[in-house]
């Protein structure tokens, strides 16, 4: 796995010193002021604004990209090494989610769902309104559903990947 980050140009991002920084050659150049990583074929856009998981989708579609998702235990460790990279320990927001049926996942992205990585025990008795699925890099990049707006076992609005496929 191929895994190539830098610091974008913008004066005041976080600084990286432990990584090589190769060219983020496949992500679109007007990324300027975010944290990219490359990945495979795509571009990975670390948005560290916290908001509810709708604004975030939203936010990844009107740049020609979506919340990303994650096909193979691979990728999901290319992710986690970016985020751990940036110094990003808090959750974010993936693309996967079951707003339509409940227990029918789905990538925003249109991708099928091949890979899961869940905590144990994700399903709680709110798994009804827990509909959107967040990435968590202090449980080694394990993922929980969550409410997907509002306050429920907690404040849910967090920070999000955007991903470009290329
Ligand atoms: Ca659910
Ligand atoms: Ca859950």
């Known amino acids: 796995m191929d895994v190539q980050m830098k610091e974008t140009?913008?004066?005041?991002?976080?600084?990286i010193t432990d990584l090589v920084f190769g060219q983020v050659n496949m992500c679109p150049s007007q990324?300027?002021?975010n944290l990219l990583g490359q990945i495979g074929r795509s571009c990975y856009e670390l948005v560290t604004q916290k908001v509810d998981w709708y604004t975030a989708n939203i936010n990844c579609l009107r740049k020609q990209a979506f919340l990303f998702r994650v096909s193979s235990d691979d990728e999901n460790q290319g992710v986690?090494?970016?985020l751990t990279a940036f110094?990003?320990?808090?959750?974010?927001?993936?693309g996967l989610e079951d707003i339509g049926v409940e227990g029918v996942?789905?990538?925003?992205?249109?991708?099928?769902?091949v890979y899961t990585n869940w905590i144990p025990n994700h399903l709680s008795p709110?798994?009804?309104?827990?509909?959107?699925?967040?990435?968590?890099s202090r449980n080694g990049g394990r993922w929980d559903d969550v409410a997907c707006r509002g306050y429920l076992n907690g404040n849910q609005?967090?920070?999000?990947?955007?991903?470009?496929?290329?």
């Not at 140009?9 to 600084?15: H, K």
């Not at 709110?126 to 968590?136: H, L, N, R, Y």
């Not at 609005?157 to 290329?166: A, D, L, P, W």
Request: hydrophobic share 40%; proline share 6%.
């Open 9 to 15: 140009t913008c004066a005041g991002d976080i600084p």
């Open 126 to 136: 709110d798994a009804d309104i827990e509909d959107c699925v967040i990435f968590m």
């Open 31 to 33: 990324l300027t002021r």
């Open 157 to 166: 609005i967090h920070s999000f990947v955007c991903q470009y496929k290329i």
């Open 80 to 82: 986690l090494n970016m």
């Open 105 to 113: 996942y789905k990538w925003v992205s249109g991708d099928p769902v």
């Open 87 to 94: 110094q990003h320990t808090e959750p974010v927001w993936t």
